[in-house]
């Protein structure tokens, strides 16, 4: 009934771009903080960006900053994270989560502080 998919994923070249979406069912993600999270092999769960409520707030990794912009559409319980300047390292699979309410800033980047996670999706860039 709650329940998060994440699509999009794909594997392109570097430079390219990918358009990852996070889908809602069961639940009105207009009122959620959502987050994008990304694990590449042997690594740990990377905070990529986060997109609050009615706050506004929206933040990313520093490594992604100027290639990667997160959005929603309310409308159609999505987020929504497009990617662009693929690099190598972005390498990894993406998640989206939620919790519900406005973002904490100090926290956004911990997984642990999100209910509903998805299966996520494989982006792999290469040459």
């Known amino acids: 009934q709650v329940q998060l998919v994440e699509s999009g994923g794909g594997l392109v070249q570097p430079g390219g771009s990918l358009r990852l979406s996070c889908a809602a069912s069961?639940?009105?993600?207009?009122?959620?903080?959502v987050g994008w999270f990304r694990q590449a092999p042997g690594k740990e769960r990377e905070g990529v960006s986060c997109i609050s409520t009615s706050d506004g707030f929206i933040d990313y990794t520093w490594s992604v900053k100027g290639r990667f912009t997160i959005s929603r559409d309310n409308a159609k319980n999505t987020v929504y994270l497009h990617m662009n300047s693929l690099k190598p390292e972005d390498t990894a699979v993406y998640y989206c989560?939620?919790?519900?309410?406005?973002?904490?800033?100090?926290?956004?980047?911990?997984?642990?502080?999100?209910?509903?996670w998805g299966q996520g999706t494989q982006v792999t860039v290469s040459s």
């Open positions: 989560a939620a919790y519900w309410g406005v973002a904490v800033r100090a926290k956004w980047g911990v997984p642990n502080e999100y209910d509903y």
């Open positions: 069961g639940f009105t993600l207009g009122s959620y903080t």
